[in-house]
């Protein structure tokens, strides 16, 4: 009867000890995994500053393969971590971001269609799409600018259909979550879109309420701002941008404009050659155009 206690006593605790060393050889893959992930990540964003370089320099084929790459790093990731569905989403909101940067907006609507498709309970996805579709209209406006000579084109219709398919994704963001800044300031952008200033203020004023050190959504309430005729209003909500981010470009450029629309032409023009300034030594790096992304 002892011995064959004691031989229960052994198989027991070689069961323990074998899956002690199963979990931890699972830790250890995951570990693997998520720092194989991460290194992807990171070769993917020196691929697009690489594909920026070569752009700068005029070599278009190069630059093209430099962002093929980068897409392709992007896919690894995703089909790396199917379980993870934060990491997941991080990598497939990069891919969208990129895919519009390059202009590529079927790809970047069809990625979103099928995200939206696979997490639709999920407040991150809704707010990618909401984002992503911003970013698609105001590239075309960009686009459309240029072609026109500095106005915009005749695709008013499109533009506004885009903005409200961004507002009903980050009013189904706010749905799952309604104290959530980032909705609060995407609802913002989409009224502002869609020229609809007041409506775009009051997010604008939730967003800040919720999360007072959201540098970006107070930059975004500064442009509004300004674009209101309210330029001391502007100009506070840019100085609480630069309190939170000193070296955001952006709202140092457009702090410069309201100072001069205010008739401060000395703190413009220091506000200006500081952004000149900032704005050298990121082309020198090679980050100015992946801030972004990055």
Not at 93 to 112: M, P, Q, T, Y
Not at 282 to 292: A, I, L
Request: glycine residues 6%; contains cysteine.
């Amino acid at each position: 009867m002892r011995l064959t206690r004691s031989k229960q006593l052994e198989d027991e605790h070689r069961v323990r000890s074998c899956t002690g060393i199963v979990l931890l050889l699972a830790a250890f893959a995951c570990l693997c995994i998520s720092a194989s992930a991460s290194t992807m990540e990171e070769d993917a964003d020196h691929w697009i500053k690489e594909g920026y370089k070569q752009m700068w320099k005029g070599s278009f084929s190069q630059a093209n393969e430099s962002f093929e790459k980068a897409l392709q790093i992007y896919d690894q990731a995703i089909a790396t971590r199917p379980g993870d569905i934060n990491a997941t989403l991080n990598a497939t909101n990069k891919k969208i971001l990129l895919l519009v940067k390059l202009e590529r907006f079927d790809g970047a609507i069809s990625i979103l269609d099928s995200t939206i498709k696979s997490h639709p309970e999920n407040l991150k996805a809704w707010k990618i799409k909401g984002f992503s579709l911003i970013n698609i209209a105001e590239k075309s406006i960009a686009e459309s600018s240029e072609a026109e000579n500095g106005t915009v084109g005749s695709n008013t219709t499109e533009l506004d259909g885009i903005y409200d398919q961004s507002l009903q994704a980050f009013q189904r963001a706010l749905d799952l979550d309604p104290d959530d800044a980032e909705a609060w300031r995407g609802r913002a952008l989409a009224y502002s879109g869609l020229k609809d200033h007041d409506e775009a203020l009051k997010a604008s004023d939730k967003a800040v309420e919720i999360d007072p050190g959201y540098g970006q959504a107070w930059l975004d309430r500064g442009i509004l701002l300004l674009e209101m005729g309210r330029t001391e209003e502007a100009l506070f909500a840019l100085d609480r941008a630069l309190s939170i981010q000193p070296d955001n470009l952006d709202a140092l450029s457009i702090k410069a404009e309201a100072l001069t629309f205010l008739g401060r032409y000395q703190e413009a023009e220091a506000a200006f050659y500081q952004a000149m300034d900032m704005d050298s030594e990121r082309y020198e790096t090679g980050d100015s155009e992946v801030d972004w992304l990055l």
